[in-house]
Structure formats: C-alpha cells, structure tokens
C-alpha cells in the first residue's frame, strides 16, 4: 500500500479543500447538522428501547414498565422522544434555510427533492412513533390518519399497507412498529447518506 492507499478513507469522507467561506456558521446554521444529530440519538435509543418494547396488545403496559421499572428507561424513552421532535424542527428550519440562500436552485435541485422526501419521512416517523404508545390518543390519531389516508386516490389500499388489518392479535401496532423502525427508518439512514454524498458532487455547499 503506497502513501494514498493508507489515507484514501479519511480523503474521502473527508475532502481537502472545501469553498472558503461555506464553513460560517451563518451559512447554514449547522441544521443539516442538527438534523443529522438528532437521528443519530434517535437511532440509538430506537435501538435500546427495541429491547423491551413489544408491538401489539402489550405496546402500552411494556412502555410504563421501560419507565417504572427499567434503570433509565424512563431517561432513554424522553430522549428518544425529544430527539424526535427536535429532528422535525431542525428539518424544517433547514429547509426554509435553504430556500432562503436558494440553493434548490440547478444543480442542486435532486438534493432538494431528496431533501422533500426526507422532510416527509421525517413526519411520517414522529407520527408513527406516536401510534406505537398503543394509548387512547395513539387510537385517535390512527383514526385521523387513516380518514385522511382514504381521502386520496388509492388510499384505502394504502392505509390498509400502512394501519394493517386490525386483528385482536396484534391491534395495529405491530404493522406501524415495522414500518417505524425498519422501512421509514431504514430509507431514511439511506437518503441521508445519498445526501451528503449528493452535497459532494454538487460542489460542497452553496455559499451565500
Ligand atoms: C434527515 C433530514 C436532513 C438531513 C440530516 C440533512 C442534512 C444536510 C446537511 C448536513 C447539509 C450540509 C449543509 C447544512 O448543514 O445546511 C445539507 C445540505 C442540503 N440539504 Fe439537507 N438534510 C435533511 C433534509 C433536507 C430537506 C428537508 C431539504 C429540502 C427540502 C434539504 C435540502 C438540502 C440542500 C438543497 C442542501 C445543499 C445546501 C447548499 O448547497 O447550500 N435537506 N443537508
């Protein structure tokens, strides 16, 4: 291995050169960043609540007992769910930053559309996450969900892909507990990495 074979990862994950200028916190108020942050937390606590958390009939009474009984359960729960909510926030705030610097702009604009998914599935995971409390609210939001979901055309298929059939085996979580911490989640860790890579190719970040 010659000088560039020992240092060709770190090259790449990590470029020499980058615009002057683009590193200014005012640039991009490091909400990528955030966002970026918040879904690593996320991820991490996702995985430890996956421990003892069970979908379907239990889904309730296994998160009062991760609260109660668990050494911080209760602790690893509100971080989960904060992390989530400060995703959604710095998402959004991100993308009226980068309407503001207008860098949706060619030849950006397959960023931005990725951006645009991620947005949606970011929603669509804090939403899904609140199904799985199992609750009473949780019911109510489903029903809200699904009655907005049968609105569009293909709705009631979609729904039924989404909600599950209800049965009293699995009440409908365990259908929204797949789609939550494989599917939406899983596309999302992968649209995240299309999109850095995506922020290389187009020439780092826009300058303002
Ligand atoms: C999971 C959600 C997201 C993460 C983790 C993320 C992460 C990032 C990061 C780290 C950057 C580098 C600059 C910065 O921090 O602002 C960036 C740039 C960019 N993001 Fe996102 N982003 C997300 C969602 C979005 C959304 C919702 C949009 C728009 C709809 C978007 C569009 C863009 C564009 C166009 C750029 C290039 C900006 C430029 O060249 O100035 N991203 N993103």
């Known amino acids: ?50 421990f003892y958390y069970q979908p379907g009939e239990k889904a309730f009474a296994s998160l009062s007992e991760i609260d109660s009984a668990l050494p911080y359960g209760g602790f690893i729960r509100s971080l989960h769910f904060w992390a989530g909510q400060m995703m959604v926030f710095s998402v959004f705030l991100h993308m009226v930053r980068v309407v503001w610097s207008r860098a949706y702009r060619p030849l950006r ?14 929603v669509v995971l804090d ?7 199992g609750g009473q609210e949780s019911g109510a939001a489903s029903s809200v969900g699904q009655t907005l979901l049968k609105t569009l055309p293909g709705g009631h298929g979609l729904a039924t892909v989404f909600f599950g059939q209800s049965s ?29 890579w995506r922020i290389r190719k187009d020439g780092g970040v826009r300058p303002l």
């Open 1 to 50: 291995m010659g000088r560039q074979g020992n240092n060709s990862f770190i090259v790449h994950i990590r470029p020499r050169q980058i615009k002057a200028g683009t590193l200014r916190f005012r640039v991009t108020f490091c909400l990528g960043g955030f966002s970026f942050l918040a879904f690593i937390i996320l991820t991490i606590t996702g995985i430890l609540l996956m």
């Open 168 to 196: 009293p085996l699995n009440g409908s979580t365990l259908n929204i507990f797949v789609w939550h911490v494989f599917i939406l989640a899983g596309i999302a860790g992968f649209l995240q990495m299309f999109h850095f």
């Open 109 to 122: 604009e397959l960023n931005w559309v990725t951006g645009v998914v991620l947005f949606v599935l970011t």
């Open 127 to 133: 939403y899904s996450g609140y199904l799985l409390r």
